[in-house]
């Protein structure tokens, strides 16, 4: 990686332009726009040629790591590899030109790809129905709570505005919760990093519209009481919530739907494999039992097909019944939930993953992303402190350096000297600072793409990096000494922020 | 270890409240400016607004923190301290020096819940 | 064995031992037996690559490739080449959020000019990282004016603003306590007066108003600001952004959040997604604004750099106190744009207006002279527009369906919504217009 330091408005010059259009097919209207609807000046748009654009963010990209560069032991964000016929497939022209107004009968292959993965994911997680409209994980636990709000008011069931959040849960489930007009009632973790039940009893009431969980949680340790905390908020007439963001150690072992939830999302850029784009386009598809089908967000593909268009085999040219968004309940769906039927795109990439794991393979997946986690847990707790020892699922928290190099004049190495010194030697950081329930968390999630050597690897830089903390931290507080750029002064850009090429310039 | 200056009222949400005649400034305490780190940024409610007792009433924020601020006390807002607008790192330096708000007091009784600052010290240890 | 899990049998074994466990399937002794799930998983065999290239591509050929006079929200405008070329790099597909700026520095370069032309195209001071799509943008701004606002509770969103941003409006307000109120429209525009009428409650938080809507209306909004401005409320335009390079920007018409889909400059249709919603700000709501923001500074060496920056508004610290529960952005969409627009420039996207207004002209002019269309309003238009048709608007839609056309989005009975782009030639356009003399409907 090397530093480049332009920006694209710095190849501007008037009168370039990178661009070619098709002939005019009409002549020119003059009077279209009326004066007083025009805009005074052309905006601040850079003038380039294609040449400088082409050079230019292949510059930038060379400033950035991704799954393809590295090994991303993120904890609780399923770094996995992306395949790449996943983008070959996504690329087609016959799904990319399609306008999402374009009438059913003419978009059966875009219906039918909705269909597949809604009997897919079914399959996997044990829940009856699949709606793909929210773009991400976030926008699914928001999707998933607006179901649940929706069904008790559609039972005229008014008084549940309590949702119960454990301490250890993603920073989103809070936020979510909030935005979706709930209280957030949060219940503590015991001393095994585990739900408590005591605690969680006498928070059940007639106000409970649900609770919110992630199993594995995000400690990465099964909840293993889930049988009961199931059936003390179903007596309390609430709903379970699965956060799916940790799905990925149950693929082709647990199903959620046999736990008791209702409701759940998926991130299909986590354990469904399509890349994260530096932040997005992801995908967050929600789950509901069965009793749950009305209230899910519109439109909806509903209609039948037979196993020849999910894949039982390869050819499915047979023709199927047709498959429609069909008409919903206004006083029982969640509603509208996003423009139209989510990230299209994201979703033919993890149907083609789906198809290429298919059922021999889908065992496999979560064994071996908790095997890869325990492995490396067992090998470095010598080295960084192990809170909770007992067997992990597809991740794991330390809670810093065992030996941090504290010494009389020298400040010890934090967890964040440890994550800046992980990339000189070509690895992304773990998860950091989180879980909140420690102080110097790092949180490492392997996913089961990567390989023995891989972690061997990972290992031994992790034991490096422990060395060289014990012998002088200054050498991690000098960290990154190998990246394109140095640490970046956070303060001063919060506190005197500029955010665009004006105040840039303005500098 | 966090200063706790005397003569001060403090609240278990760490803000400060020094009164003066029928008037309270409003801060926030050292140990709470330790806590929350390089502060960048003070959201303050405008004069004339009227703060109520145990309700936010702003926030501070830090690179790593956002933290609303609790009235400690109800009151209308006789002046603001607008100097943390570009300056907000005052609060880091001198957290007792650079008060927030100037509050005329609704309910005197009110500081009877504040703890002084021996209790308050033993409170943050 | 399989490509995507390169664990050998002995791999396994060894690893095992380390971990000392005898089977994978110790590692799940800490989950109640009764959950481990025995039965068979109802999925398909694991398939070749080239059994999924057959796959799809008789999936694919189950859909009908139409010429799309559609519009409605969803554009079908030229792409330049190097989009995707570009875009596929796997240094930006692969990349994580860059919450590493060490190592992010690609990512974060390009989402600061993102910004810089989103601030440039509507004329606010503020922009963030994009969010999911137009109407869920349009939802985060309702939430922000509420909450830039004290105790109002009614949000006023224009009568003429596309469906599914109403629809999606309504349903995040319908959970947060937010009441919705429509503005009436005259001659297929907003009106100022049922807007003044409607903000004399005083419990209006926003309101938001399209800049071009779904009758294709250029809509004037003289006087708006200064009435909800008036009344304490933020004004709010939803924009069709590649209009922006002719049409007076949101900070002419004195508004204080632009919000809107980012789909038009470029994006593939792709059945609607991905695409990206984008949300831009006057300075004085930079801290409420939602969403990631990138900020330049510098590093410890004096090297410009980029980050993250106003983390503390969102979700992972601010939990449920955050400006909203976004936490991703469609970052890899933002840079397609940010390309797009790059290559354009201010020329190429003023010409990409003048083209489609030119051929929507034309084809709208046509349509008319056929005698059985006749224009919903008077009001000015750029590449959409709506008519009125004499017969059964489905069964014309749907005869020309038949013929590979995709003749607009039928919005009424006798309603037809059409949008032209400069991507549609000549003959294209006359196909339409023969098509629609021929049919006896």
Partial sequence: ?507 | MAKVETGLKYAETHEWVKVEGEFAFIGISDYAQHELGDVVYVDLPSEGEYITKGEDFGAVESTKAASDLIAPVSGCVEEVNTALDDTPELLNEDPYANWMLKVKLADASELDSLMDAPAYEAFCK | ?441
């Avoid at chain 1, 005019?24 to 052309?42: H, M």
């Avoid at chain 1, 963001?245 to 072992?253: D, H, S, V």
């Avoid at chain 3, 335009?237 to 959040?257: H, Q, R």
């Fill in chain 3, 1 to 441: 064995m399989h490509p995507y899990i390169p664990h050998t049998p002995d791999d396994i074994r060894k690893m095992l031992d380390t971990v000392g466990m005898k089977s994978l399937d110790d590692l799940y002794a800490d989950v109640p037996q009764e959950y481990i799930y025995k039965g068979d998983y109802d999925l398909p065999d694991a398939m070749s690559e080239d059994e999924i290239r057959r796959f799809f591509a008789d999936l694919a050929a189950r859909n009908v490739k139409m010429t799309c006079f559609a519009g409605q929200g969803w554009y079908d405008h030229c792409s330049p080449s190097v989009i995707p070329y570009l875009t596929q790099r796997s240094e930006f597909l692969t990349a994580y959020t860059p919450y590493q700026p060490e190592i992010s520095q690609g990512t974060l370069r390009y989402i600061f000019e993102f910004q810089s032309m989103v601030c440039a195209l509507t004329g606010l001071e503020v922009s963030n990282a994009s969010m999911y799509d137009g109407p869920t943008a349009a939802a985060e701004a309702v939430r922000m004016a509420v909450a830039s606002t004290r105790k109002k509770d009614v949000v006023l969103i224009a009568s003429t603003l596309l469906p599914q941003v109403k629809e999606v409006v309504r349903t995040y307000a319908s959970y947060s306590g937010t009441v919705i109120e429509e503005i009436a429209a005259s001659d297929g525009q907003t009106s100022l007066d049922a807007l003044t009428a409607a903000l004399a409650s005083g419990r209006v938080a926003g309101v938001l108003v399209p800049n071009v809507n779904a009758y294709g209306i250029i809509e004037d909004h003289t006087g708006f600001a200064e009435a909800v401005h008036a009344a304490g409320a933020l004004l709010i335009e939803y924009c069709d952004p590649s209009t922006l390079a002719v049409l007076k920007s949101p900070a002419e018409w004195g508004a204080d959040v632009a919000v809107g889909d980012g789909q038009s400059l470029g994006i593939p249709l792709c059945y609607g997604g991905p695409s990206l919603g984008f949300m831009a700000c006057k300075k004085d709501y930079l801290r409420k604004l939602p969403g990631r923001i990138v900020g330049a500074t510098t590093d410890r060496d004096g090297k410009r750099c980029f980050v993250l920056t106003l983390q503390a508004r969102e979700q992972h610290i601010r939990r449920d106190k955050a400006t909203s529960n976004i936490c991703s952005n469609q970052s890899l969409m933002a840079l397609w744009v940010t390309i797009y627009l790059s290559l354009l420039g201010p020329k190429g996207l003023a010409e990409v207006n003048e083209r489609s207004s030119a051929s929507a002209h034309y084809l709208c002019d046509q349509l008319v002279a056929t005698g059985r269309f006749t224009p919903v309003s008077s009001k000015p238009f750029l590449k959409e527009f709506a008519l009125d048709y004499q017969g059964d608007a489905r069964a014309l839609h749907k005869a020309l369906a038949d013929k590979g056309i995709l003749a607009g989005v039928v919005t009424g009975d006798h309603r037809i919504t059409f949008a032209v782009t400069e991507k549609r030639t000549r003959e294209e356009i006359d196909c339409l217009i023969n098509y629609v003399k021929e049919a006896a409907l």
């Fill in chain 1, 1 to 507: 990686m090397r530093y480049y330091d332009h920006l694209i408005f710095d190849y501007s010059k008037s009168g370039r332009c990178g661009y070619t259009l098709p002939k005019a097919a009409a002549p020119e209207v003059s009077t279209a726009v009326p004066e007083g609807l025009r805009r005074a000046s052309a905006p601040a748009l850079p003038e380039v040629s294609e040449v400088d654009v082409v050079r230019h963010y292949t510059n930038l990209s060379q400033m950035n790591f991704g799954v393809d560069t590295g090994f991303y032991p993120l904890g609780s964000c399923t770094m996995k590899y992306n395949p790449k016929i996943n983008e070959e497939v996504a690329a087609l022209p016959a799904f990319a030109a399609i306008h999402p107004l374009q009438p059913v009968e003419t978009v059966q292959g875009v219906q039918a790809v909705y269909a597949g993965m809604e009997q897919m994911l079914s399959a996997i997680t044990g829940m009856a129905y699949f709606t793909f409209n929210p773009c991400a994980g976030a926008h699914g636990e928001l999707t998933g709570l607006m179901i649940m709000r929706a069904w008790h008011r559609s039972r005229g069931d008014m008084g549940r505005t309590k949702v119960i959040v454990p301490d250890s849960a993603h920073g989103t489930n809070p936020a979510s919760a909030a935005v979706c007009g709930l209280d957030v009632v949060v219940v503590k973790s015991n001393a095994d990093g585990l739900v408590d039940v005591e605690d969680l009893k006498p928070l059940l009431g007639p106000d409970l519209a649900g609770i919110m969980m992630t199993n594995p949680n995000t400690l990465g340790l099964f909840e293993r009481d889930i049988k009961q905390i199931a059936a003390l908020v179903h007596e309390a007439g609430g709903l379970l919530y699965y956060d799916g963001a940790n799905m990925n150690p149950l693929i082709g072992k647990v199903r959620p739907g046999d736990m008791g939830f209702d409701i759940m999302h998926l991130n299909l850029h986590k354990s469904f494999s399509t890349p994260h784009g530096g932040g997005g386009p992801g995908s967050g598809p929600v789950g509901v039992a069965a009793f749950l089908k009305d209230c899910l967000p519109y439109p909806h593909t509903e209609g039948q097909q037979d196993n020849e268009t999910t894949g039982s085999s390869a050819g499915c040219t047979q023709r199927v019944d047709l498959l429609t968004c069909g008409p919903f309940d206004p006083q029982k769906t969640a509603g509208r939930v996003s423009a139209h039927m989510g990230n299209f795109g994201v979703i033919l990439r993890a149907y083609a993953w789906l198809l290429t794991i298919g059922r021999q393979h889908v065992r496999e997946v979560g064994p071996i992303a908790t095997l890869n986690a325990n492995y490396i847990k067992e090998l470095l707790r010598d080295a960084y402190k192990l809170p909770i020892p007992s067997v992990c699922k597809h991740e794991f928290v330390f809670d810093g350096l065992i030996n941090d190099g504290a010494r009389e004049g020298k400040e010890g190495a934090t967890t964040l000297d440890v994550a800046k010194r992980l990339l000189d030697f070509g690895f992304h950081a773990p998860t950091i600072y989180f879980p909140l329930l420690f102080h110097q968390a790092l949180m490492i999630e392997p996913t089961e793409t990567e390989s023995k050597e891989t972690l061997d690897a990972f290992i031994d830089v992790m034991h490096r990096i422990a060395a060289e903390a014990a012998e002088d931290p200054d050498i991690l507080h000098a960290a990154p000494h190998a990246c394109p750029i140095s640490r970046p002064d956070d303060t001063t850009a919060a506190k005197h922020p500029v955010i665009n090429w004006a105040d840039l310039q303005a500098e």
